[in-house]
């Protein structure tokens, strides 16, 4: 099974930037389709974007559209986060996600999960 480790999470004020990258294990990660989702204390685990296997499709949710951006290289096996004009209200713990062979595009269809990394944007 691939493994997942998130980095790049960190402290910012709105408005500002972070990078959030996702490695993966193995030789297998063009085979996964790869998702973003982030969880507060109190609150349901929320989607926040995904990638296809290839990168040709990618997928956001509303709060995040025109902020965000997503992309993939497969020949690093690393997924990205580009995550622009921050607000409060994104902060939470952001998560990694894989799935085979398709691209869920809701908090429930992934197969594995990375162990998160915290973004903490203040105003």
């Known amino acids: 099974q691939v493994q997942l480790v998130e980095s790049g999470g960190g402290l910012v004020q709105a408005g500002g930037s972070l990078r959030l990258s996702c490695a993966a294990s193995?030789?297998?990660?063009?085979?996964?389709?790869m998702g973003w989702l982030r969880q507060t204390p109190g609150k349901e685990r929320e989607f926040v974007s995904a990638?296809?296997?290839?990168?040709?499709?990618?997928y956001y949710a509303d709060s995040v559209k025109g902020r965000f951006t997503i992309s993939r290289d497969n020949a690093k096996n690393t997924v990205y986060l580009q995550m622009n004009s921050l607000k409060p209200e994104d902060t939470a713990v952001y998560f990694c996600?894989?799935?085979?062979?398709?691209?869920?595009?809701?908090?429930?269809?992934?197969?594995?999960w990375g162990q998160g990394t915290q973004v903490t944007v203040s105003s």
């Open positions: 193995g030789r297998t990660f063009s085979s996964y389709a």
């Open positions: 990638i296809s296997l290839s990168g040709s499709n990618t």
């Open positions: 996600a894989a799935r085979w062979g398709v691209t869920p595009r809701n908090r429930y269809d992934y197969d594995t």
